[in-house]
């Protein structure tokens, strides 16, 4: 095999691991921010596109593997991120999960935007279409989040200053 199909296959397999991270991640978002229904719904929506990108992914990855060697997710690579997104924050989990949810969807674009030249190389149209779908999907996750930024934040310090108003009296 060559050298930029062997790298084209490892790629896949860690965006496949990144999609099973991600899966972990929005779940654990989605049950603690029960007070910010839209950004929930959003999430939720996700959470389910998350499940069809990685089956897409896997549908590519047993075609390739054919049965000749298991497929192997570096999954510890991208464990400790998705950790740190879905780990327990004090107070402002609804920002920290904004600001971690944004940056991991740059990581998903930048990661379909690599394999999509990788198998363009390779000549693998069916991995670039499923690549190509996924790549549109964190692209409209990410502008969503980014429109959302401001007035999540707003709400976010509007209720905190009124928890703190209401604990002086
Ligand atoms: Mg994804
Ligand atoms: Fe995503």
Redesign the pocket.
Known sequence: MSESREWMIQWLRDAHA??EQ?ETMLSGQLSRIETYPELRERIRL?LE??RQ??SRLKTCLDRIDEGSFTVKDAGGKLMALAQSISGVFAGDEVMKGSLASYTF?HM?IASYTILIAAANAEGETEIVQACEQ?LR??EA?AEWLKSRLGQTTQTFLTRAAADSDSAKR
């Open positions: 990144m999609e991600a996700h596109e998350t990108q990685a969807e998903e996924n999907e964190e996750m």
